[in-house]
């Protein structure tokens, strides 16, 4: 596949999570699922890495997210473990304990300092881990780690759960002449509605990056990717978003006054918009990615609070798996957003298909839509005509499977 050129960083489609210098990882099954498929994974760095995260918002946080606010408090890590099959999360004592133990394990099995380790889990809530098993693959784990396409995909495969597909992505840029790589993978189908869903994302980079830098600019890129995706509208007991920064690729440190440190957010932002975008279209039982774009809001967070509502919108995500061109149900989650709309002057399309103007309807074909809107991907326009304030949000239909997966998600 040829590269695909941006003005500010390549897309690299051989890339993935280990392609920054100092980066390795590995996956393997431990039993923690049911089926074969891997259930642990881990990201090295054979450098102390500067590191940023993020959390849900969720008041029921998982144990893990205990364990790696506490790895973080130095703004440093060198790896990260993760299992899924099980969240470990409102597990109590124990799950805390479990949480410690997996952190201080792997530590041992790299030989690293535990406070440079972080935790994160997937999976059911509510039930305490199955520790012999992961003690065991834990012990496991050095010997499946490595800088190659086998060992990046075995760990994306690691961490998902009723995940289709892995997500990775990995870009090119060039910091003070020096080549700078991106790069990322995530989990997330169900539970999906970020306030950082169930999700979990890394991003690894050899830039030499200020750390308070990169914990600023992964808030804004979450708040511009991650936090525009819903799938159900639940925000998970679990989410987490980590980025790591080796250093390794020799250019002077980033900075929001560097002259690179736009083309460096413009990567940066990209990998966190494909990955985001991604959980989206794989969201459970989906058959296609849904983007709602408004425009004309009296802000850009007036905006973003209106893009949420409608692809968050049951009714419209229900048209949108019937190809139903219902404009109606778009207007109605517009207007329950709770922020300033005109009511008179509002204009939706559907792709380049114009159905409503000035809040009037327009006449338009609708086998013409009913074609566009059973494609694997739909826009939503809407333009409120009301100011300068944009955004984008990103989720998917609701579907028969939706329903037919959550029914039996523990069995």
């Not at 890590?77 to 470990?88: D, E, K, P, R, Y």
């Not at 041992?108 to 935790?119: D, M, P, Q, T, Y």
């Not at 830039?207 to 159900?232: H, R, Y």
């Not at 990955?275 to 967070?301: C, Y």
Request: with cysteine.
């Amino acid at each position: 596949m040829a590269q695909v050129a941006y003005q500010a960083f390549q897309v690299i489609p051989e890339g993935s999570i280990v392609s920054p210098q100092g980066f390795a990882a590995g996956g393997l099954h431990c039993g923690l699922k049911k089926t074969e498929r891997n259930d642990l994974g881990v990201i090295t760095c054979e450098v102390l890495a500067d590191a940023a995260a993020v959390y849900t918002t969720n008041v029921f946080q998982a144990a893990p997210l205990q364990v790696t606010r506490e790895s973080m408090q130095n703004g440093k890590l060198q790896a990260i473990v993760v299992n899924s099959g099980n969240a470990n999360a409102v597990t109590g004592q124990q799950g805390e304990k479990d949480a410690y133990a997996m952190r201080l394990a792997t530590a041992r099995e790299l030989g690293i300092a535990v406070e440079n380790v972080a935790v994160a889990s997937t999976g059911v809530i509510g039930e305490l881990l199955n520790m012999e098993k992961v003690h065991a693959g834990i012990k496991g784990l050095p010997a499946r780690v490595g800088s190659g396409k086998q060992e990046a995909s075995d760990f994306s495969q690691a961490i998902l759960t009723t995940d289709l597909v892995k997500k990775e992505i990995c870009v090119r840029t060039y910091i003070d002449g020096k080549e700078v790589m991106i790069a990322g993978a995530a989990k997330g189908s169900g539970m999906i509605h970020p306030n950082m869903a169930t999700m979990l994302a890394f991003v690894t980079c050899d830039a030499q990056v200020d750390q308070a830098a990169l914990q600023g600019l992964l808030g804004k890129s979450t708040d511009a990717t991650f936090n525009m995706i819903t799938v159900d509208g639940d925000t998970s007991t679990n989410d987490m978003l980590i980025a790591m920064a080796s250093g390794l690729a020799g250019n002077e440190t980033l900075h929001p006054g560097h002259k690179d440190w736009e083309n460096f957010a413009a990567a940066f932002n990209y990998v966190c918009e494909v990955l985001a975008k991604a959980i989206a279209r794989d969201g459970e039982g989906a058959t296609k990615l849904v983007e709602v774009n408004i425009a004309g809001a009296v802000s850009d967070d007036s905006a973003r609070a209106i893009a949420k509502t409608v692809i968050g919108s049951s009714l419209v995500k229900s048209a949108m798996f019937g190809a139903d061109a219902n404009w109606g149900r778009i207007i109605a989650a517009v207007g329950r957003a709770g922020e300033p709309v005109q009511p008179d002057q509002v204009d939706v399309k559907l792709g380049s298909i114009l159905v409503l103007s000035g809040s009037r309807p327009v006449a338009f074909d609708e086998e013409e839509a009913l074609r566009y809107l059973q494609g694997d991907s739909v826009q939503i326009h809407v333009d409120l005509h009301g100011g300068n304030g944009n955004a984008t949000a990103w989720g998917c239909d609701l579907t028969y499977d939706y329903v037919r997966i959550n029914a039996a998600y523990r069995t």
